[in-house]
């Protein structure tokens, strides 16, 4: 069946470092995969998605990368920054719904 | 501005009661979902319905309900059958192969 994982479940970096967060998904049928970021009681808003007719996107300090023979996409954050602190979700669409990992708690620490 | 609205954003509610999530989206979208999470952990699908008055049951359906009478609305009921309902509900929308699109949430206590 449909399955994403996560890796890591919590990251802490130091203020200025890079952060790296790893998906792998089981079925080769999905063709879009993005990237949430939930703070504390709200709810998750997209920072950046990649389609599989390409292989890397960025988007100032964010990026993200797909290797479909793998089945696996990261998402890389640089600099970091207190602000980037926050549970980090990847998705997989399988076409009439989505399929999310179980989130990453990546905490920057000044 | 163009959004989805959630409410109540806190609601309680003693066992053996059901009570109704309201969603309302005006981004003109066809799809909507409705996910539970609860305390570090992802989003598990409810229910999802691609078009008006057409849904189907998601991974954890039993306990839920619910109705798409209008496009711009998808209220999810929480019923007495559903044995452990306090978590946090998100609704979503997406209009075909674009991105999800998420409310505030709702956060559901059972005293």
């Known amino acids: 069946g449909e399955n994403v994982e996560q890796h890591p479940s919590t990251l802490s970096v130091q203020e200025g470092d890079s952060a790296v967060i790893k998906c792998t998904y089981s079925d080769s049928a999905s063709n879009y995969f993005p990237w949430y970021k939930q703070e504390l009681g709200k709810g998750p808003q997209l920072i950046i998605d990649i389609r599989s007719n390409v292989g890397e996107k960025k988007d100032q300090r964010i990026a993200v990368t797909l290797n479909k023979t793998a089945k696996h996409f990261s998402l890389h954050i640089t600099e970091t920054q207190p602000e980037d602190s926050a549970v980090y979700f990847c998705?997989?669409?399988?076409?009439?719904?989505?399929?999310f990992g179980p989130g990453t708690r990546l905490s920057v620490l000044p | 501005d163009g959004g989805i609205t959630q409410s109540p954003k806190y609601l309680f509610r003693k066992e053996g009661q059901n009570v109704t999530l309201s969603c309302e989206q005006n981004?003109?979208?066809?799809?909507m979902y409705w996910y539970r999470q609860d305390p570090g952990q992802g989003l598990r699908l409810i229910y999802y319905s691609q078009i008006v008055n057409d849904f189907q049951k998601g991974d954890i359906a039993e306990g839920y309900s619910v109705s798409r009478e209008k496009k711009e609305s998808f209220p999810l009921t929480v019923t007495s059958a559903q044995k452990n309902p306090t978590a946090f509900y998100l609704c979503?929308?997406?209009?075909?192969?674009?991105?999800?699109?998420f409310g505030e949430g709702s956060r559901l206590t059972v005293l």
């Open positions: 998705a997989a669409d399988y076409g009439q719904n989505f399929v």
């Open positions: 981004l003109n979208h066809d799809a």
């Open positions: 979503a929308s997406r209009v075909n192969t674009g991105e999800l699109c």
